[in-house]
């Protein structure tokens, strides 16, 4: 009788490692773990810093008094208007504002009324604008709200201070792009500054069916003989200083970040499966 010989079972049937599909959950648990403990600690991290130089309570700025002062707000709304139906057409068209005349217009237009009570020109020279401004911003969050207030809250801050900025244009819009912060009695990280700036103050009135093509029109703005220099030269291309890219730099970065951790995950992962393969294959020709 011919004995059997002793055949190796089919490829097919070689018991498969678990290694590489453990070692993969393994990383992508590792991975997920790494990205929420890093997120959470960033953001403590940053409300830590935040705290430093804000405070509880708001210290809202002064709104200018409308009282008494209807010579002045007609001589403006004049000035305005004028400005507006030459940016209609195709002429030349500027206006200069002083602090008091922008104060004016917050407290007087509606438009502006979300300005009131956190910002304020105080002075503009050497072509800077000091701004006097009272932002809220979100605290520390914690659990449990209270009523009204939804299981997950913050604890909300105020930036008191003094901005430094300087007029720019972008498209469409007007914006600050912030020199410096100052907070009495505390130092404003170039960090934060940096993350605000450009300060788009204009971002609302885009669509504004009066603001928003005025806007539109400019190009130039600039600060002149203590004023605030909107213009508008014939025949003159806009020039916006400040791109969709600068305004949206802080989104860039973010996306950035995890670009490099997507990175570092997926060559994680072809390690991870490189060495599964090998360990497979030493196994099926042991077997």
Not at 30 to 37: K, N, P, Q
Not at 247 to 266: E, H, K, Q, T, Y
Request: a positive charge; charged letters at 25%.
């Amino acid at each position: 009788m011919n004995r059997k010989r002793n055949s190796q079972p089919p490829s097919s049937e070689v018991r498969r490692s678990p290694f590489a599909g453990c070692a993969i959950l393994l990383a992508v648990v590792g991975m997920v773990a790494f990205f929420l403990g890093f997120s959470v600690y960033t953001l403590f991290r940053q409300f830590g810093e935040i705290e430093k130089f804000t405070s509880e309570k708001p210290v809202p700025v002064l709104v200018a008094k409308v009282e008494d002062q209807d010579a002045q707000v007609n001589r403006l709304a004049e000035k305005v208007e004028d400005f507006r139906q030459t940016l209609a057409g195709e002429e030349s068209a500027s206006l200069a504002l002083s602090p008091e005349e922008m104060n004016l217009a917050i407290a007087t237009y509606d438009a502006f009324k979300e300005l009131r009570g956190t910002f304020q020109i105080l002075e503009m020279k050497d072509g800077v604008a000091r701004i006097a401004i009272c932002f809220p911003l979100n605290g520390r969050p914690r659990l449990g709200g209270g009523q009204g207030r939804g299981w997950l809250s913050s604890d909300p801050r105020y930036l008191n201070g003094v901005m430094v900025a300087r007029p720019e244009l972008a498209k469409r819009e007007l914006v600050l792009r912030i020199d410096a912060i100052e907070v009495p009695g505390a130092k404003v990280p170039v960090e934060f500054v940096e993350r605000m700036s450009p300060y788009r103050i204009t971002e609302r009135y885009t669509t504004d069916p009066v603001l928003g093509p005025a806007l539109a029109a400019l190009t130039s703005v600039e600060i002149a003989d203590g004023k605030m220099v909107l213009g508008r030269v014939k025949g003159s291309v806009r020039e916006d200083f400040v791109t969709p890219a600068q305004v949206d730099s802080a989104a860039g970065r973010l996306f950035r970040f995890m670009a490099i951790g997507a990175c570092a995950f997926l060559a994680f992962v072809a390690v991870v499966l490189l060495i599964g393969l090998r360990a497979k294959r030493r196994k099926s020709r042991e077997s």
